[in-house]
Structures are given as C-alpha cells and as structure tokens.
C-alpha cells in the first residue's frame, strides 16, 4: 500500500485543527472548509484546503488525477479518523451472564466481592493461549475500524500476575503490526487485588512495581501506566507509589480516577502531571480545576455510566470550567461492551450536555491529546497522519442525529482504504 490518495469536493472538511488539547471553549471550534480538499501523500498530509486550491497545488507539481486515488466527497462530511483513547480490548472470556444480575439489581461491587467482575475476566485471560487473545482482539479492532476508529489505547489488566500480564501486551504489540488501527498499549497490572493477594494490597503493588514494571519497560511494551484508584481497590498513597516509579522508568501516566468515590483520583493525576484521568464519575470540584491548571485531559466513559446505570461525569461543568474532554468507548467485557463510537455521541450529546461540535473535538485531538499524540494524529493537519473518515451524510451533525447508528462510510488510514460499507 502507497499510502497516497486525494479526498475532494467535501461538503465539509472537518480538520479539529491543532496540535494540543483543545479546552474548555476551543472544543467548539471545529476549523470547518466547505467544499473543502486533503491530499496524502506516504500516508502524510501535505495539502489541505478548498477543492480547487488544493487540486491547484497538486496539477503544479505535475501530478495528474490519473495517477493516485481519488475519492469524490460531494454531499457527505470528511472528518479526521476517530482516537477511542480508553479501552481494555484484550481479554479472555465474556460475561454476559454479569450482565443479568446488573439488570436484577446487583451492584458492581456486589458482583466484584463474589468472585466476578474483573477477577472473573481474570481467570479466563490466565487461561487463554496468545492466539486465542490475537483472534478476539483482531474482531474487537475490526469492529472499531466500521465505526472510524483509526487509533486505539489498549490497556493490560486482565493478568494481575506477571506472565498474563506480559501475555496481553506482547498480544497488543503484536496486532499493531497486523492491523490497520494504530493500538497505544498501556500497563495496567494494578487493576485489582487478585486471590493470591486478598487482604494485601501493599504487597501486590511493591510486586508489580519492582517485579512487572521494569520488564514492560525494558522490553518496551507499553507507553503508559495507569491504575485502578478507588475505594476497596487501590488508595491514593498506593496509586502514587505505582506511578511515581512507572514516571521514574519513562512511563507516562494515567488514572482511573474517581469512579466510583470521589476518592482524590483527579487531584492525584494533576498533582503527577497525567496526560489523562478517566471515568471522574465523582471528581469534586477542586478536582477538576487542578485537572484544568496541569492540563490533564479528562477521558470521559459514558458507555460505561450507562450500562451500570450511575449518573454521568459532569463533562458540562468540566468544559466551561477550562479542561479538555475526551471522549471513549471503555470497551470491555464487564461493564461496557461495546465498540460504539455512535453510542458513546448520543450519550454525550443528550445526556452529558456536551454539544455536538464538543463531541466531535473529544474524539478527534483531544482523543489523541489524551494518548500525547496530538501532534501527530487527531486531525486533517499538514505533516500529521493522514487519517481520515468520510461520512454518508453531508455534515458532522449527522453523528449523533442518526442515533446509535454508524454514519462513516470510509475509513483511510495513513492514507489508504482500509474500509468501505460500500465495497
């Protein structure tokens, strides 16, 4: 694959220009060009503009339609490729069955003291051979492409021991050299206590600080490191440990922060400058402005608060108060299953009181803001990757109006068709 195309005539070019998160009143301004052109060239954007300045350049330097692909986008919106920035796609087994007693009643962490939850996830990855974690994660990434997806942040987690979870990281370094999405793989080895250290939080922290963490980062397996800090999960204190010494090796950092109690998660990821705090269903105020001071982008998982039925992040509050929101899916096989981007807009859109041009933003350059790859990825930008969606309809806010159902028609990435519905 050349890597070379020519997208024109779109009705909208939505190129999210930037090469930093965008913040509170920026993520309205999504930098629109109506009968707008982007020409890629090695899988990098080179030209970017109305139709016929773009087509001008490109006869200029000799080059002639006959030559590269083109893509006619008359009547329909050209968006850059989506960046789901917080998902646990890799794991053995499923538990549909979890799911039933969340519908009777049980609480998430009813479920987690009786063995389920992710200790059942646990279990099942243990068990589950590389290929078979390989072939389940290569249908979750397919299906994360039809809907627009053109990077991903994995994240381990499903191991809480050492082979497992070294077994699911080679698995996401492996599929990123076999797959068109782009997969950013972080360590998440303190997702639980498992069995072997009930009772022992302390322990299992020193041991996947000094025992796991150096070989991620010796043998380069993950960009990230991030941590389950909650209430019967992991304190603060212990949160810091973890992440002080992932920041000490290289790592950078993220955090799942105030889920479930406001417990100081988002006060903790600005104090240790991480690029993200995700989920920050309890963040307290003072939370979320140290967020917006240290610029740590706020990954909000509505897919998540809607399939455990608890209330929404406060994405309004966190916007007009100065932070930069992303936007995920959370994929996983316990509390949100599910590869929907046009799941994760409706929510945000009708729900979370983000408007449209917000959610576009969230998963766009604040997507890849919140992997630190904005200045590479995120949107139609000359120099960046070109990664970009085209849409059936004639503008952006068709995402959200067609409710629940997938607008994206094509899919380029670093600037070939890797997905056409109409193929």
């Not at 002639?64 to 998902?87: C, Q, Y």
């Not at 100081?264 to 995700?278: H, K």
């Not at 969230?362 to 970009?388: C, F, Y």
Request: with cysteine.
């Amino acid at each position: 694959m050349n890597g070379n195309i020519l997208i024109k005539n779109a009705s909208e070019l939505v190129t999210c220009s930037g090469v930093t998160a965008k913040q509170g009143k920026e993520m309205a301004d999504l930098c629109i060009i109506t009968d707008g052109a982007v020409l890629i060239r090695d899988g990098i954007i080179i030209s970017v503009g109305k139709t016929h300045e773009v087509l001008e350049l490109f006869h200029e330097t000799g080059a002639d339609e006959a030559d590269i692909p083109v893509i006619n986008a008359r009547g329909k919106a050209v968006l850059p490729g989506f960046v789901d920035s917080h998902t646990h796609f890799v794991f053995g087994g499923y538990r549909a069955e979890e799911f039933s007693w969340r519908l009777r009643g049980d609480t998430y962490m009813d479920i987690m003291k009786r063995g389920g939850g992710i200790l059942s996830t646990v279990a099942a990855t243990r068990k589950a051979s590389q290929a078979e974690l390989k072939e389940a994660g290569i249908r979750s990434l397919d299906s994360m492409l039809s809907f627009g997806v053109t990077t991903v942040e994995g994240k381990s987690g499903y191991g809480l021991d050492h082979d497992t979870e070294i077994k699911q990281l080679e698995v996401m370094k492996e599929l990123d050299k076999l797959h068109p999405v782009d997969i950013v793989s972080t360590f998440l080895g303190a997702h639980a206590v498992p069995g072997e250290y009930k009772g022992r939080p302390d322990e299992f922290i020193g041991n996947m600080t000094e025992t796991v963490l150096p070989e991620v980062v010796q043998r380069n397996l993950a960009e990230f490191c991030d941590i389950f800090c909650e209430k019967n999960v992991f304190s603060t204190e212990q949160s810091r440990k973890l992440l002080g010494e992932a920041k000490r090796l290289g790592l950078k950092l993220k955090i799942h922060a105030d889920e479930i109690v406001p417990l100081g998660g988002a006060e903790l990821a600005a104090e240790l400058g991480a690029v993200s705090a995700d989920h920050l269903l309890q963040a307290s105020d003072k939370g979320i402005r140290d967020m917006a001071r240290a610029g740590v982008v706020a990954a909000l998982l509505p897919g998540t608060a809607f399939s455990l039925k608890e209330p929404y992040a406060r994405a309004r509050y966190m916007i007009d108060n100065g932070c930069a929101v992303a936007l995920a899916t959370d994929m996983n096989p316990g509390s949100c299953f599910t590869e929907s981007v046009p799941l994760i807009f409706a929510l945000a859109t009708l729900y979370m009181g983000i408007t449209t041009e917000e959610a576009v933003t969230a998963l766009t350059i604040n997507g890849a803001a919140a992997l630190d790859r904005a200045d590479s990825i995120g949107s139609i930008d000359l120099g960046k990757k070109g990664d970009v969606i085209i849409l059936e309809f004639p503008s952006y806010k068709y995402i959200p109006y067609h409710i629940g159902v997938s607008t994206v028609e094509k899919v380029i990435k670093e600037g070939n068709l890797v997905f056409d519905r109409k193929l």
